[in-house]
């Protein structure tokens, strides 16, 4: 029995993602093998090796396999999959762009989201907005699998001595093409890795209070800024920013929830996050039934006294 993930990687370094994604194959046992797809990425392929766990790395180049498109991805990892019991993706854009065509073209169920593993063929995963979570056993030969990063710690970057091993590229699949792409540059730390997040809610009222009144929180805290769907689909925060079961998936330290109700979609998002601090005047809203600090009050006045304070 052996397990197959697939790196995550912007040719240069791997991204954290992978790691969780590592011990989530750990722990369904057997050898963990990482496959590197894209080009001129030997770099990467080589810190996958230095991860704790692995076993051995394959590292298929090519110059079709450069921006991680889909089609291409999938059909590398198909060229290989009948050596593997399982193939695991972390669930990102990226893993969930690509799992579901393997799942599709090897005839099996894709077991998605996956918080916990019982055993090489028993999962946990959450439903119905994480309010409950299922138990589901796969009796598919291979299990593919999305894994929720939130739920596995990452493994250790450092201490692995794997062996490198190149694969032929699979060809051009023709479907797609790389056209180009539009980057949100930040010095602040990305949303899904940020140890501290401080998010904003429909309650700010507009984009200028929300840049206002957050911004010195989240300079204050060195934290990233997260945004509720209500107030993306406002247009008070960029769609990067969103928090929630239809964004991203967060567990940091520390999350500040400043004007922010607590609707079963935000809190899927964050819910796993080690301290959650809620500041709303509605003293019912549903936010407070999560958070381990609430302060109810007018985000106006307290937001601006905890800047002050810290």
């Known amino acids: ?180 792409s539009a980057i949100a540059k930040s010095d602040r730390p990305e949303l899904t890795a940020a140890k501290i997040i401080v998010s904003g809610g429909r309650a700010l009222g507009s984009a200028e209070k929300f840049t206002e009144v957050m911004t010195p929180l989240a300079d204050k805290l060195g934290a990233a800024l997260g945004a509720s769907r209500a107030a993306v689909d406002a247009g008070y925060a960029p769609n990067d920013w969103q928090v929630g079961q239809t964004g991203k998936i967060v567990a940091p330290q520390l999350y500040v929830a400043a004007g922010i109700s607590g609707a079963i979609q935000h809190l899927a998002g964050m819910k796993d996050s080690k301290v959650i601090v809620a500041i709303n005047k509605d003293e019912e809203a549903p936010i407070f039934s999560v958070a381990d600090y609430g302060l109810v009050a007018d985000l106006f006045v307290a937001v601006p006294e905890l800047v002050k304070a810290l």
């Open 1 to 180: 029995m052996t397990s197959l993930v697939i790196a995550e990687h912007d040719n240069a370094s791997l991204k954290p993602a992978t790691l969780n994604a590592v011990t989530a194959a750990v722990a369904c046992g057997g050898d963990v093998h990482v496959l590197v797809a894209g080009h001129n990425a030997a770099a990467v392929a080589q810190a996958a090796a230095q991860v704790q766990g692995v076993a051995k790395v394959l590292h298929a180049d090519g110059a079709q396999l450069d921006h991680g498109l889909a089609e291409n991805v999938a059909a590398q990892v198909l060229a290989i999959a009948a050596n593997y019991s399982h193939i695991l993706f972390a669930s990102t854009a990226s893993g969930k762009n690509i799992a579901p065509r393997v799942a599709a073209k090897l005839d099996v169920a894709q077991i998605s989201d996956i918080t916990q593993v019982f055993a090489a063929d028993t999962f946990e995963r959450p439903i119905y907005a994480g309010n409950a979570m299922a138990t589901v056993q796969s009796a598919d030969a291979v299990k593919v699998v999305t894994v929720r990063t939130t739920g596995f710690d990452a493994a250790p970057a450092t201490g692995g001595a794997a062996a490198v091993e190149s694969v032929a590229a699979v060809a051009d699949s023709g479907k797609s093409r790389f056209l180009g």
